[in-house]
């Protein structure tokens, strides 16, 4: 039971997972609960920590969570290092309903306010800050979403205004959701997931940010990007196999992998985060770190060190080392977030 008013977590994961309210708790113990909750994904800073509250909802249907959140003014960030060292992999697909949030590093579409739309992507260092705010969030896997998104690597922080008319598609489905899980058994619930990641997904792609004649470049780099996740591994994967295969100039591949930095460094990228993978598997706790490396394409251990430190903040040593610890509490591989969110409830 949650000590915030939580209610039992049930085995088949039915769609309430709790409610919290940390109003009937001391500052103390209220304070807790954000550090296990919000601090499982972010570091933040309370502007007013003698005044925080929190109060809220947490709904389950499928591989989602639904929250809704209302709490106080805060910043909260996610680094490269945190994100090396949790591995948590999923998009948080955010409305805000009441409350001004600010993008954090100055960039364009650098505010959201009641009724806007917020991407956020756990496996990109982002930063924000917020109001005194309410809001509702999907929290969605990338393997259910990314495939479905025309540059999934794009997403991170981008706000999208509510006054277009997906957004209003896609909001009426989530405030709908959210009024009708909880009479839902996990079965029903469960058949919302596709609907629900595909009105998403559209949102996304169809939201005017680029120029229609990208369509088909989109849907051409998503097909090269699931080859090249399919034969990561292989040594003579690269620029010239690639343009082969998909029968393309080295040119017209260049323009599609120009927002990724080129062909070269997103193929390290994906070898980097399969690395990352193994290196937090407990199966392969075998395997050397220089083997790891080896397999995913550096022949030289220094030159693994470099780039995994430069993605993640954090060396493959480290993270094996963080992995080690869990692995120790004899949880296996490092639990998701969403298992560990579903905890927050018992």
């Known amino acids: 039971m949650n000590?915030?008013?939580?209610?039992?977590?049930?085995?088949?994961?039915?769609?309430?997972?709790?409610?919290?309210d940390t109003r009937t708790l001391s500052l103390k113990k209220a304070l807790e609960f954000w550090e296990e909750s919000a601090g499982s994904l972010y570091d933040f800073h309370i502007a007013r920590p003698e005044s925080f509250y929190t109060h809220g909802r947490t709904l389950c249907f499928g591989e989602l969570l639904l929250n809704y959140c209302?709490?106080?003014?805060?910043?909260?960030?996610?680094?490269?290092?945190?994100?090396?060292m949790d591995g948590f992999d999923h998009y948080?697909?955010?409305?805000?309903?009441?409350?001004?949030?600010?993008?954090?590093?100055?960039?364009?579409?650098?505010?959201?306010?009641?009724?806007?739309?917020i991407v956020h992507d756990t496996a990109q260092a982002h930063a924000g800050s917020a109001s005194d705010f309410t809001n509702i969030t999907l929290f969605v896997p990338r393997f259910l979403l990314a495939p479905l998104l025309n540059r999934p690597d794009e997403h991170n922080m981008r706000v999208i205004s509510s006054h277009n008319p997906l957004m209003g598609l896609l909001r009426s489905h989530v405030s709908g959701l959210f009024h009708a899980l909880p009479s839902l058994d996990s079965v029903q619930a469960a058949s919302m997931v596709l609907p629900t990641v595909e009105l998403i997904a559209a949102t996304l792609n169809g939201t005017p940010r680029e120029d229609n004649s990208?369509?088909?470049?989109?849907?051409?780099?998503?097909?090269?990007?699931?080859?090249?996740?399919?034969?990561?591994?292989?040594?003579?994967?690269?620029?010239?196999?690639?343009?082969?295969?998909?029968?393309?100039?080295?040119?017209?591949?260049?323009?599609?992998?120009?927002p990724e930095g080129g062909v070269a460094s997103y193929i390290q990228k994906r070898r980097l985060h399969f690395a990352r993978r193994c290196l937090r598997d407990q199966r392969q706790a075998h395997k050397s770190i220089a083997d790891i490396g080896l397999e995913h394409g550096?022949?030289?251990?220094?030159?693994?060190?470099?780039?995994?430190?430069?993605?993640?903040?954090?060396?493959?040593?480290?993270?094996?080392?963080?992995?080690?610890?869990?692995?120790?509490?004899?949880?296996?591989?490092?639990?998701?977030?969403?298992?560990?969110?579903?905890?927050w409830g018992l």
């Open 92 to 117: 948080e697909v955010q409305f805000f309903l009441d409350g001004i949030w600010r993008r954090g590093d100055g960039k364009l579409e650098a505010q959201a306010g009641p009724g806007d739309l």
């Open 298 to 343: 550096f022949i030289y251990a220094p030159n693994f060190t470099r780039a995994f430190q430069q993605t993640y903040g954090m060396t493959p040593r480290e993270t094996r080392a963080v992995a080690r610890r869990t692995w120790s509490a004899g949880e296996g591989e490092s639990p998701s977030w969403f298992y560990r969110a579903s905890r």
């Open 70 to 84: 209302v709490s106080v003014e805060q910043k909260l960030s996610r680094s490269s290092y945190r994100i090396g």
């Open 3 to 20: 000590e915030a008013n939580g209610t039992l977590v049930q085995p088949d994961r039915t769609t309430v997972l709790f409610d919290t």
């Open 214 to 258: 990208r369509g088909v470049a989109a849907a051409q780099f998503n097909q090269i990007r699931r080859y090249v996740d399919e034969h990561v591994l292989d040594r003579g994967l690269g620029a010239e196999r690639l343009a082969v295969t998909f029968g393309i100039s080295l040119r017209k591949l260049a323009y599609l992998f120009s």
